[in-house]
């Protein structure tokens, strides 16, 4: 995979092995500054993935915004969504974090095979790998953006096919329990990259929740990949957004505003202005890998 390659390239230039690094791949450029950070590919893709721990290991699991928490590991988000008729999972990572998932289900004091649906961001292994296993634990309906569905039938762990019960379109909804989920299409990272957005209460107050999909471009970018790109970036700024979330908790900085949750407190996750910071500074990356620079 090549997300492994690269972590090892970055592996490698941290031994010392610069050269052999080099003969791999490209080396580490662009680099783009968004709100006086800078970013490159290999730190993009550090802060998005952590180490094998991180990748493996549960954060708290904790309530985000009314009926939506979260379940997953350090760097791979993970969602349930809590409804009176059961549970929508959103990512289920890679295949052998689902006992990781299903403890902190519990921790929080829901039901595991209460998941009656599992959706995902974007058909890539560290997402999706484990839908399998979890339908096969919880009866759930897998469901998946039409454009991603050829990368996940080709995703099949330990050599089991890929359940698809049901293929969605741009703009079309998934309800359960009176909780309803749009599927908006923001292709580029892969061609059916979705971007999730849902209404929470809490506290007598609605708000808007986007679980945004990774919007983080190759290495070369062909003009194909560029014209999903360009619609995605122009999209995801029309969604409405109070509640910004991630398929890596980097992407909306999970860790800081965890540690600011305080009872009575307004909710951290509640961050209007933070909605496009993941999408300016991958759009910045974008163009930048566009130019050549
Ligand atoms: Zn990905």
């Known amino acids: 995979?090549?997300?492994?390659?690269?972590?090892?390239?970055?592996?490698?230039?941290?031994?010392?092995?610069?050269?052999?690094?080099?003969?791999?791949?490209?080396a580490d450029h662009p680099a783009?500054?968004?709100?006086?950070?800078t970013y490159t590919p290999a730190s993009i893709l550090a802060r998005n993935m952590g180490s094998v721990e991180d990748q493996e290991t549960a954060f708290p699991p904790h309530k985000v915004v009314g009926n939506v928490y979260y379940v997953g590991t350090r760097t791979l988000s993970s969602f349930l969504i809590v409804t009176p008729q059961g549970n929508i999972l959103l990512d289920t990572t890679y295949e052998r974090n689902a006992p990781v998932i299903r403890k902190s289900v519990e921790q929080l004091g829901f039901t595991f095979s209460?998941?009656?649906?599992?959706?995902?961001?974007?058909?890539?292994?560290d997402h999706?790998?484990?839908?399998?296993?979890?339908?096969?634990?919880?009866?759930a309906q897998v469901m998946a953006m039409a454009e991603d569905v050829p990368a996940l039938r080709a995703m099949k762990p330990g050599g089991k096919e890929h359940p698809i019960d049901r293929e969605v379109h741009d703009g079309e909804r998934v309800t359960l329990g009176g909780a309803t989920l749009v599927a908006h299409l923001t292709a580029g990272h892969?061609?059916?990259?979705?971007?999730?957005?849902?209404?929470a209460a809490?506290?007598?107050k609605s708000y808007d929740v986007v679980?945004?999909?990774s919007l983080r471009a190759p290495a070369a970018v062909s003009p194909a990949v560029a014209a999903m790109f360009e619609r995605t970036f122009a999209r995801v700024r029309t969604l409405p957004c109070d509640v910004p979330l991630g398929d890596h908790p980097a992407q909306y900085r999970l860790q800081e505003k965890y540690s600011a949750l305080k009872p009575g407190a307004p909710n951290p996750f509640v961050d209007k202005a933070g909605c496009l910071t993941e999408a300016r500074i991958q759009e910045a990356?974008?163009?930048a890998v566009l130019a050549g620079k």
């Open 211 to 213: 679980f945004f999909s």
């Open 285 to 287: 990356m974008y163009r």
């Open 128 to 139: 999706q790998e484990g839908d399998a296993v979890v339908k096969q634990a919880t009866g």
């Open 114 to 125: 209460d998941i009656r649906i599992i959706l995902g961001n974007h058909a890539h292994g």
């Open 1 to 26: 995979m090549r997300l492994a390659a690269r972590l090892t390239g970055a592996a490698l230039i941290t031994a010392g092995f610069v050269g052999l690094a080099v003969a791999q791949g490209p």
């Open 32 to 37: 783009v500054t968004v709100d006086g950070k």
């Open 190 to 199: 892969t061609p059916g990259a979705t971007t999730w957005t849902m209404k």
């Open 202 to 204: 809490e506290a007598g």
